[in-house]
């Protein structure tokens, strides 16, 4: 199936792309993004057939039904690093946790959070690609913490890439830091940048349309690309795991095949719930897929009353800081789904232009038919997160805990709400909700208090980073970025 973009076609690039090209290189026209042509759709008996699926078989249904141009040989390899999570078997647990929430946790991975269940199989088969085709690509990543981590394990020492990662200084946690200044490979570069996380994201926008930096790479021969959610060789992998969730419902008895649920979905970029849109599109009975964000509430207000405004509005730094995000990406692709490109094109255009747009009443009440909202305090993330923990044994990262409003407002019937992060991840917050206090722990310190308090033990992939040498130390203000990355370049 080849890809077309969403703000349509400039007379310049293609006017369809394969899968491989497209996330190759995932800049479309007008700066908008590649979308699949038509979403594959579920057949009848998709869901009998596949009750007794693993996760790998189904996620190669599902990728197979994409048709996409990757040789089969190289998507199962790719799959096959799901064996890497916690438990092979069944790299995505879902639990029950109370009479109508599930929670599906997507942070079994290597790194702790949802971004390896895409950026694991997504990084063996761009580096595979790119190694067959003979190029050398540098694959830029913007983080608010948890995509750098994810994208450099995944990258690490892989061949024909080589990956610069810049992070918002002081917006991520130690773990999180940790995770990315200790990764040791000679292909890999950390740049810590004085700003945040839609600094550094604009400043990967930037340097990806800039022809100066894209001539000086020309130069050195290698070409640019991108592991960020906008690549649609991540939004493919998160589209697997809506279907095995409900899947996971079907076989634990809960559900018949054909009951509808909800997917609740903690959302920055807007790549997970995106998935989810697409698995319904595709066949998965949702009846709606439910926005939980944080005090950055842009998505909630453009949900709810059809705006998107930015003007006046700053980012808040919050204790879910891989949702502090402002201009949300893959809201773009819904909006292209939805109403096409030309009026894509039109509300990007006044959003970069203007910090806002508005739909119609019409197009609003289209969204709200696939979407709800709402928006979770910090505050409020202590109480969920101490009222889980100590009465119901379940316990969440501050990322997973903004679900819990929307399940308390949609529990009609079964919500699949989505835990991103393991709370190793946040363990100062998570203390500060367990103490009801608000002082500052060093993360190693409020891991090892929650491991004892809950008698529960500090997975060794965390515990061993407090241990290592850094090996990245550089942090820059954001204009010297492609002076640094050109410098790493030549080493
Ligand atoms: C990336 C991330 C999110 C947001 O996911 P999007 O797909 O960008 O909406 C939420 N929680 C955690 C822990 C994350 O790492």
């Known amino acids: 199936m080849n890809f077309i973009e969403t703000r349509g076609n400039d007379g310049i690039k293609p006017v369809e792309v394969s899968f491989s090209e497209a996330i190759l290189n995932p800049s479309a026209s007008y700066g908008g993004l590649y979308i699949p042509k038509e979403l594959p759709k579920c057949e009848d008996d998709f869901f009998e057939k596949h009750l007794n699926s693993s996760y ?29 999570f916690d438990d092979p078997k069944n790299p995505v647990p879902v639990k029950k946790v109370e009479e109508n929430l599930y929670i599906s946790e997507l942070y079994h991975g290597p790194t702790r959070a949802f971004k390896d269940m ?31 981590p994810a994208t450099l394990e995944t990258f690490k020492n ?37 700003g945040d996380f839609d600094d ?12 100066i930096f894209k001539n000086k790479l020309k130069e050195k021969g290698i070409k640019l690309s991108a592991a960020n959610s906008v690549n649609f060789g991540r939004i493919i992998f998160q589209i697997i795991y809506h279907f095995h969730s409900y899947l996971e419902l079907v076989r634990m008895g809960d559900i018949k095949i054909g009951d509808e649920v909800y997917l609740t979905v903690p959302s920055g970029n807007f790549g997970n ?28 207000e453009l949900i709810k009353e059809g705006r998107y405004d930015l003007r006046g509005k700053f ?25 096409g490109s030309k009026r894509t094109k039109e509300l990007m255009d006044s959003l970069n232009e203007n910090d806002y747009y508005e739909l119609t009443n019409e197009e609003l009440k289209e969204l709200q038919a696939d979407f709800e ?27 997973t805990a903004t679900t819990i409003k929307l399940y308390e ?83």
């Open 56 to 84: 790998k078989e189904l996620a190669y249904y599902l990728l197979k039904k994409f048709e996409i141009d990757i040789e089969n040989e190289l998507i199962k390899n790719a799959l096959n690093l799901y064996d890497k």
């Open 118 to 148: 895409a950026l694991q199989p997504f990084g063996y088969i761009l580096s595979a690609l790119a190694k067959k085709r003979g190029e050398n690509y540098l694959i830029l990543a913007a983080t608010s913490g948890d995509t750098g």
């Open 315 to 339: 980012l808040k730094k919050t204790t879910s800081p891989a949702m502090d995000i402002l201009k949300s990406s893959n809201v773009e692709r819904v909006l292209f789904d939805k109403f």
């Open 409 to 491: 407002k949609y529990k009609d019937i079964k919500n699949i709400a989505y835990s991103t992060a393991e709370w190793t991840k946040f363990a100062p917050t998570v203390l500060n909700a367990l103490n009801k206090d608000s002082k500052k722990y060093r993360d190693l310190e409020a891991l090892i208090e929650i491991a004892k308090r809950l008698r529960i033990m500090i997975p060794v992939v965390i515990e061993e980073l407090f241990n290592k040498p850094i090996v990245h130390n550089s942090v820059i203000e954001k204009d010297r970025i492609d002076e640094e990355i050109l410098k790493f370049l030549d080493t």
């Open 273 to 300: 719930a995106l998935g989810g849109y697409y698995a319904k599109k595709m066949g998965l009975p949702v009846k709606k897929i439910l926005i939980a964000s944080n005090e950055n509430n842009v998505l909630t």
């Open 373 to 399: 909202a709402d928006f979770t305090t910090d505050e409020e993330i202590k109480e969920y997160i101490r009222e889980y923990a100590l009465n119901k044994n379940y316990l969440m990262d501050p990322h």
């Open 200 to 211: 550094a994201q604009s400043a990967l926008k930037n340097l990806l349309n800039s022809q």
């Open 158 to 194: 892989k061949p024909n890439i080589k990956v610069a990662c810049l992070y918002p200084d002081g917006g991520t946690s130690d773990v999180q830091r940790l995770q990315m200044v200790t990764e040791d490979a000679d292909n890999l570069k950390v740049i810590g940048i004085i």
